[in-house]
């Protein structure tokens, strides 16, 4: 009986900590296969770098760039270090791309829009012209 008591705490540990973890959403995953199917995405943290640091205490949250994190699962990391923030800094790995694409997608979208915004006012493309050019952008920058 004393044996399973360690067990089902560092069993219980473990299935508290592994819902701490962030992690994207089905919808996101789509989404961020969907941009890399285009060549869309960016690769800001590299997860398999953010695995593998996450086996040594703190350095893969500060490699995620998660500094306070790193200093405040330092107590945890002699009980669930190895087993769970390597799980837990790719996670964040893959979080942080997710974002960064979104945020490349948005901002070169913005700017074909307004390079065509600018052709039409300088009559360079009619209305029709703009509104088919419009489109073409909407769907290449668009993750369905």
Not at 89 to 97: D, G, H, I, L, V
Request: hydrophobic share 40%; with cysteine.
């Amino acid at each position: 009986m004393l044996n399973k008591l360690p067990f089902a705490a560092l069993l219980s540990a473990v299935i508290l900590a592994s819902g701490c973890t962030t992690h994207l959403s089905e919808g996101q995953k789509r989404e961020l296969d969907a941009f890399d199917q285009k060549g869309l995405k960016v690769e800001e943290k590299s997860v398999a770098t953010a695995a593998v640091l996450g086996v040594f205490p703190m350095a893969g949250y500060f490699y995620g760039g998660h500094p306070i994190l790193a200093f405040t699962t330092l107590p945890l990391y002699p009980f669930l270090g190895p087993l769970w923030m390597p799980y837990d800094t790719a996670q964040s790995a893959k979080n942080r791309n997710y974002y960064a694409t979104k945020e490349f997608v948005e901002r070169e979208k913005r700017k074909a829009l307004r390079e065509i915004d600018h052709k039409m006012e300088d009559k360079a493309l009619t209305y029709e012209q703009h509104i088919r050019e419009q489109r073409l952008i909407e769907a290449k920058y668009s993750p369905y």
